[in-house]
């Protein structure tokens, strides 16, 4: 079960660095690939919008 980012994301770069497998894109906002994502919640940790979810 991959995580998700919903329209809360403010694109502030805080998850990027945290993504063990680079499963997250850039853009107004941002991508988690589902295909990528291990689900080890390390991004979820440190959105400080809370923008970032379980699917």
Same mark, same amino acid.
């Given at each position: 079960m991959a995580y998700v980012i919903n329209e809360d994301?403010?694109?502030c770069g805080s @998850?990027?660095?945290e993504c063990p497998v680079?499963?997250?894109a850039?853009?107004?906002i941002y991508v988690i690939d589902p295909e990528a994502c291990t689900? @080890?919640?390390?991004?979820?940790d440190v959105c400080p919008t809370?923008?970032?979810?379980?699917a």
């Open positions: 994301c403010i694109a @998850c990027l660095d680079d499963a997250i850039e853009g107004d689900d @080890c919640g390390a991004c979820a809370e923008a970032i979810h379980p």
